[in-house]
């Protein structure tokens, strides 16, 4: 059975950083497009990232590319969430997600991800 498991998350300062963790069991990601995604109080889940199986294409959400990286590492099956400059606007609970797809394509819509992480919560203090 596939399984994420998202870490990292906690509470940090505003203008902090976290990386977020997100490791793959009873499954290789390395075929996969893994996808960041949010979801804060009161909203309804949105895109963050994501990057494809190889690394070489990634795509973000436009207000948080300049902030946010991420990176995948398909030898430790762990794909990476970077957050620099936090603010408190970030704070919602983050999940990781997968997609099967050998190619080198992006996806932004969460109904194209089959397995989802439980997500970890991310608090950005004022």
């Known amino acids: 059975q596939v399984q994420l498991v998202e870490s990292g998350g906690g509470l940090v300062q505003a203008g902090g950083s976290l990386r977020l963790s997100c490791t793959a069991s009873?499954?290789?990601?390395?075929?996969?497009?893994m996808g960041w995604f949010r979801q804060a109080p009161g909203k309804e889940r949105e895109f963050v990232g994501c990057?494809?199986?190889?690394?070489?294409?990634?795509n973000y959400a436009v207000a948080l590319k300049d902030r946010f990286t991420i990176s995948r590492d398909n030898a430790k099956n762990t794909a990476y969430l970077q957050m620099n400059s936090l603010k408190p606007d970030d704070t919602a609970v983050y999940y990781c997600?997968?997609?099967?797809?050998?190619?080198?394509?992006?996806?932004?819509?969460?109904?194209?991800?089959?397995?989802w992480g439980q997500g970890t919560q991310v608090t950005v203090s004022s």
């Open positions: 997600a997968a997609r099967y797809d050998y190619s080198e394509s992006y996806y932004t819509d969460d109904r194209d991800y089959q397995n």
């Open positions: 009873g499954h290789t990601i390395f075929r996969d497009t």
């Open positions: 990057i494809s199986w190889s690394g070489g294409i990634t």
